[in-house]
């Protein structure tokens, strides 16, 4: 079984409501969105990401004949029940929000409208995919947002939560604005660009350090950037500048180096110092080291000549907010609107739209959640992007992509784009037509319920 | 390429550091050892989870030929450089804690010996395996601690950190003392038992509560335990007891019902004395919905009649603690310990060995972290478990990894098993002999390193 692919990664949940739906013939439309129910601290607007993700995983949905030998044998469920998986595919509608799109709560990113069974089915994964992109992409953004024109690059691999969570990470923050990643693999699977220097244990394998520079920029002339804190970062940089003659003897020169430990904000500027009075004014000061945007921000207002930033846990694990109130509910079954009215967790019903307005600035003013029958009331964010199962376009390639997350950007009015909650969040109106539907079912439903 | 156990699923310095060693001929044995720096804030204890996901790796580690291909073609490295990297397995030795067992900060539980290249390529996704999972059985253990005798089943799936995350936290929950998961494809994959009732979509898709629950029954006549928060908890549980004579007529017994919203304590109490006079006494009470091991604390401490939890986003992304201080590093190289001074980060040089103290009733007294050569100071907890690339021995079942968690768990002192930090933290003495090395490494070190 592939754990990335099988249809088995859901809730046992789903299957035994689809054994329910296939016993009773509910298999009518049903229509589900995706949306989250309200902000993380601290988070002023959410990075819509991971479609590209879903749409794969629904367009290849299919049970392998190991999947369906283990339901078989799972005794969980009823002799027909593989037969019905075996057949099962995904041949519904998907309407979303472009990945790199700024959105607030209640606004739908993403709908699904297919037949109740196969609906059902693939919101355990749909979930997975698209809450922990966004919740990255979102994280991602303020760094960027912090650090205009800095480089920035993921550093997460080694403590995000598994393979995909560290691939899926380098792919959200690229998306969000920064250069690239460390992680590998995620050039050939994303496009995302690498980055790399030394490790302390390559400084510590060899008996002096100076040695230990002399030989990585022999090997990689081109992309001499020395990590110089292992023993003593002032120390180290006076190495450099003491070995950089030399290297330019060889034809290299030395690109820059790499801070991972210390006071940051001292060190950078000791060490451009050294560097500069050394003749290495073009070297650059790359920093890291549990670093997150408000160090960032800390670094850059208190003028630390840094040039660059790698970010690691903080990014890939979302740390200050590692999850999102994100949810998938159905609004819509057998062409009637339907309601949750659980405690603290009630739903706007049916199927919606939502439009964005813009100041005359060009900047977001407020947004518009109604219902998708109700006439235009402004940009609408909600498009096609899959009918009967089959894609409507090609994936948007990884530039598309990143220049929409940075129009996205531009256009946040300041208070927005603070660190820190905004007095006033953004404006998102719901629109007295759906308001009107979700009193009506309310409504309906205090009459007692036949039994 | 396989996202799950391509070798790229590196940091990119990583390959640089190895095109560096092969081009110096830097191939002899290094010592890396995996270890906590310290207890994020109210942990009291770490709990060892994934071990056997990383020997996996070790053992099946090699390049495919479409990672060399990218390799190749990436011209990030010398044209030599995918042959030494097809040629690569991972030949080393490995000593570790077992699975279950509890540890503590600058303990190591994994120890790498291997030629330098090996030992260096595998950081990576090694830290990612181990530090994944050890972080999700660390929260875990703690709302096994506070609810004992009751139903702990992991619900965690959807916000997981990608497929990978899911399913790891299925199996690190499981080992630490929970029931089983939600998550269908980790039963076939390790081995845990799955669990789920209904959604409130199946509820929604009828056009009534009770009609949803008689539907549901006829098919999972042996499960039948519904979902009553939909609409209004209480007056769902009367509905369930108003629909109890016509399941038992048609041989249905009513196992339970499942609160997901709303006042959890008032709620189970209400709905316990409705089923109570209901004639339903058999009837269990399961609540879930944005719990953790705070709440269930408590719920239980207000006496809450509540016979399982469902416990989601906050067990698998381990939200108030997403991640650990974990590092892997290099401690020892061609025979000579090694140390790494950065400000902060400073590490314990050479090979280790933890001993354990118990106390006179069996319980944990102190440990002791000194050099493995040192004598034996207590129980050993570092184990021999792969050798020359080999496991010694076959993976331990599931049955045999919660048997130790629940010995381990039994055996903490009082005050370490509190959810809140403990004012005195477990005593983690590091013997002389090792204070020893450290300090003469420190002043070799202040010596002028020859350049």
């Not at 016993?23 to 009518?28: L, S």
């Not at 988070?43 to 030998?69: H, I, K, P, T, Y």
């Not at 024109?149 to 998306?175: C, M, N, P, T, W």
Request: net charge neutral; with cysteine.
């Amino acid at each position: 079984m592939n754990p990335l692919t099988s249809p088995l990664l859901t809730d046992l949940y789903q299957l035994t409501m689809l054994q329910a739906y296939y016993a009773h013939a509910m298999q009518d439309a049903a229509v589900f969105e995706f949306f989250v129910r309200k902000l993380p601290p601290s988070r002023n607007f959410l990075m819509a990401a991971g479609l590209e993700q879903v749409l794969e995983f629904l367009e290849n949905l299919s049970f392998s004949a190991e999947d369906l030998a283990w339901v078989e044998r799972s005794g969980l469920f009823q002799p027909d029940f593989a037969e019905h998986l075996r057949q099962l595919r995904f041949t519904g509608d998907v309407d979303a929000v472009p990945e790199g799109t700024v959105f607030f709560p209640h606004e739908p990113i993403l709908r699904v409208v297919a037949p109740l069974p196969q609906a059902q089915l693939v919101e355990s994964r749909l979930v997975n995919l698209l809450h922990f992109e966004t919740t990255v992409a979102s994280k991602a953004a303020r760094s960027v947002l912090v650090a205009p024109g800095k480089q920035l690059v993921d550093f997460g691999l080694r403590r995000a939560h598994g393979a995909e969570a560290g691939l899926l990470a380098a792919r959200a923050s690229y998306i969000a604005g920064f250069s690239g990643s460390a992680t590998v693999l995620a050039q050939p699977l994303f496009g995302v660009p690498v980055f790399g220097t030394m490790a302390h244990s390559f400084v510590q394998a060899h008996d002096n350090e100076t040695a230990a520079f002399a030989h990585f920029a022999q090997i990689f002339p081109k992309s001499t950037v020395f990590l110089i804190d292992t023993y003593d970062t002032e120390a180290a940089a006076a190495k450099v500048v003491k070995l950089a003659p030399q290297l330019r003897r060889a034809g290299i020169e030395i690109k820059g180096v790499r801070l991972d430990s210390g006071d940051l904000a001292t060190l950078a500027r000791n060490v451009r110092r050294i560097l500069d009075e050394g003749g290495l004014r073009q070297a650059t000061i790359f920093a890291s080291g549990n670093l997150d945007e408000y160090r960032i921000h800390d670094l850059l207002a208190a003028g630390a000549p840094i040039d660059g930033f790698g970010v690691g846990t903080s990014l890939v694990t979302a740390s200050d907010a590692p999850f999102l109130d994100a949810v998938y509910k159905l609004q819509e079954y057998a062409g009637k609107p339907r309601r949750k009215r659980s405690a603290g967790k009630a739903t706007w019903p049916g199927r919606k739209q939502v439009y964005r307005r813009y100041r005359s600035d060009g900047l977001l003013d407020r947004d518009v959640v109604t219902l998708e029958s109700d006439e235009p009331r402004g940009t609408a964010l909600l498009q096609p992007v899959m009918r009967d199962g089959k894609r409507l376009h090609a994936p948007e390639g990884m530039a598309a992509l990143r220049a929409r997350a940075q129009r996205e950007l531009a256009a946040l009015p300041e208070p927005l784009k603070m660190l820190e909650t905004c007095a006033e969040p953004y404006r998102v109106e719901i629109a007295l037509p759906l308001r009107a539907l979700a009193a009506r079912l309310d409504e309906q439903s205090t009459a007692p319920l036949t039994v």
